[in-house]
């Protein structure tokens, strides 16, 4: 029990280090917020994209509409299979021999916080998708009845109920956004994962990891707890959700 105790609750071990490593954790919340605005408004992006429709006659209104939907399920198809580490390492390793200024140059906080935007835009795209089809059919037909035009319909009626709605898995997204925002270590982010395997290397102890693990868990239970909350909301207003055993 005792070694227990020293390998991962010594305080005297993580002293020296646990100002860095709360500087590693507010990095990695402004990763965490930065990606998630950049992935929402991709993902919503994708979400209208995909749902595109038009009942105009005009071929090249249509073939626009269909090469729209195309891009849009190509992208998601891509990004959802590919593992987020692989995305993040190629984007490091790739960028700087593009010749392009901006993305040459890019910093190591910069490549981190694109690649989980694009692989995350992915995913809430498929949530906003799921939000904006469980929209009734007839909320639209009414809004068009009314004189409102295709956007004004989309932006008034379909997307703020579509949001509501996936508040839920927005907010699981964001939780696992940043639990992986640790893989930003491997390319040398100082976020609070590779702040504390830093530490761990040099004092041969755990106990930074642990202090590390804690940071995590203040963040994210408080989270969890507010996605419980919505859920059960809403099983209690649909009236399900229930498990009677005989």
Do not use: C
């Not at 490593?21 to 929402?40: N, Q, Y």
């Not at 498929?126 to 037909?141: D, K, L, M, N």
Request: aromatic share 10%; no cysteine; glycine share 6%.
């Amino acid at each position: 029990m005792n070694t227990i105790r020293e390998l991962f609750f010594s305080w005297d071990s993580v002293r020296p280090y646990i100002g860095a490593i709360a500087r590693g954790f507010w990095l990695t919340i402004r990763i965490t917020f930065t990606a998630l605005v950049f992935a929402a408004a991709g993902g919503m992006l994708l979400a209208i994209m995909r749902q595109a429709r038009t009942a105009s006659r005009s071929v090249p209104r249509r073939v626009a509409y269909f090469l729209s939907r195309l891009a849009s399920v190509a992208y998601i198809d891509v990004f959802r299979g590919l593992p987020a580490l692989l995305v993040i390492v190629l984007l490091y390793v790739s960028l700087p021999y593009t010749g392009i200024p901006v993305l040459s140059d890019m910093s190591e906080f910069s490549v981190g916080v694109l690649a989980l935007s694009l692989v995350y835009a992915a995913y809430l795209a498929e949530i906003f998708r799921a939000g904006i089809e469980s929209v009734e059919r007839g909320q639209v037909e009414a809004a068009r009845s009314l004189g409102m035009s295709s956007g004004q319909t989309l932006t008034r009626i379909v997307l703020p109920q579509a949001v509501r709605r996936v508040i839920p898995p927005l907010m699981n997204e964001f939780i696992i956004l940043s639990k992986d925002t640790s893989l930003l270590s491997t390319i040398a982010v100082a976020e609070v994962l590779g702040t504390a395997r830093d530490a761990q290397a040099q004092t041969l102890n755990s106990t930074p990891l642990t202090a590390a693990a804690i940071f995590y868990l203040i963040f994210t239970l408080p989270l969890t707890r507010i996605v419980d909350h919505y859920i059960a909301r809403d099983r209690r207003r649909s009236g399900g959700g229930q498990v009677i055993i005989p």
